[in-house]
């Protein structure tokens, strides 16, 4: 257990909650995750989970876009409303705790049906946050911070980028509603009462729906071509099949700059992963995505 993470639970908790840290216990660590801590903890007969954000995510997160997109996410009831507290200025959350397994851990293709239901009630609502998501931009900031550390990109990655961006104009046509932003399997928890929710609202933003559908892929991409067509209820077009996949490879681009920056902040060897081969890999998976978009033509 984290000592510095254990006292700062203890001293939020309790003063929260108005009891002695003695009478806080702290559960476990939840899987899952590279960014943030998460915690189950006991105070009486309940449980809570406890966040606390990993090194520099105020990089990556704003934590008043969180909270808004909290607020539109309660609106259509798919994340269980959990949060009950959470600090803008540091980024501690604090939510009711249920019982249940991410999708990770479990067999998200068994769980098709569920999760489109589920990305159907957010997309269907056309809700609009006050924010895009701004792939794009956001993926020019995040290559910034990059360099500003002191790292420089292989020209593997300006050569897969450079084919993406002449893509842009195409995919930034399509409609964009308020997405979920990072709806991979391990942000979706099978609860014990045969529930599904969808939660860690972090990267919220309006966006194409068919981002979110990406993102399903994100641990194995068989699971967001299988998701596809049960989300449409038909065979996808080839539009469809060519957002899918170049949306993946964007995603795959964006995440190879988190995994740098990680790496050129320390966070490989303080947590044990190797974020140099994590990124590499982002980038051979950024050009499988692209070459899979290209199978398929241009709708006239």
């Known amino acids: 257990m984290n000592q510095e993470h254990e006292r700062i639970i203890k001293d939020v908790m309790s003063e929260k909650f108005d009891v002695t840290k003695h009478n806080i216990q702290i559960i476990k660590r939840l899987e899952g995750g590279m960014s943030n801590s998460n915690y189950v903890v006991k105070i009486g007969d309940n449980h809570f989970v406890f966040r606390i954000p990993g090194n520099n995510a105020e990089y990556f997160v704003s934590?008043?876009?969180?909270?808004?997109?909290?607020?539109?996410?309660?609106?259509?009831g798919i994340d269980g409303d959990l949060t009950i507290e959470m600090d803008k200025e540091t980024g501690y959350k604090i939510s009711e705790y249920v019982e249940g397994t991410p999708l990770f851990k479990l067999d998200p293709s068994v769980y098709y049906e569920k999760a489109s239901e589920i990305l159907h009630k957010l997309h269907d609502a056309k809700?609009?946050?006050?924010?895009?998501?701004?792939?794009?931009?956001?993926?020019?900031?995040?290559?910034?911070?990059?360099?500003?550390?002191?790292?420089?990109?292989?020209?593997?990655?300006?050569?897969?980028?450079?084919?993406?961006?002449?893509?842009?104009?195409?995919?930034?046509?399509?409609?964009?509603?308020?997405?979920?932003?990072?709806?991979?399997?391990?942000?979706?928890?099978?609860?014990?009462?045969?529930?599904?929710?969808?939660?860690?609202?972090e990267f919220g933003g309006n966006n194409d729906p068919l981002y979110d559908l990406a993102c399903y892929g994100n641990n194995d991409f068989k699971c967001a071509e299988?998701?596809?067509?049960?989300?449409?209820?038909?065979?996808?077009?080839?539009?469809?099949?060519?957002?899918l996949y170049l949306w993946r490879t964007f995603q795959c681009l964006q995440w190879h700059n988190v995994a740098m920056f990680k790496e050129a902040t320390?966070?490989?060897e303080e947590l044990g992963l190797d974020f140099k081969a994590i990124a590499d890999q982002y980038i051979a998976k950024a050009n499988t995505m692209y070459e899979k978009a290209g199978k398929h033509k241009e709708a006239n």
């Open 63 to 76: 934590r008043e876009i969180e909270e808004e997109t909290l607020a539109l996410a309660s609106k259509v």
């Open 127 to 201: 809700l609009h946050a006050s924010n895009d998501y701004n792939p794009f931009g956001r993926l020019k900031t995040y290559q910034g911070y990059v360099e500003e550390k002191g790292l420089s990109h292989d020209e593997s990655y300006f050569e897969i980028k450079d084919k993406l961006l002449k893509k842009k104009d195409w995919l930034m046509s399509f409609e964009r509603i308020f997405c979920h932003g990072d709806a991979q399997p391990s942000n979706f928890i099978a609860t014990d009462d045969g529930k599904l929710l969808l939660v860690d609202w």
């Open 226 to 243: 299988g998701i596809l067509p049960v989300y449409l209820g038909r065979k996808p077009n080839p539009d469809e099949w060519r957002r």
């Open 266 to 268: 320390g966070l490989s």
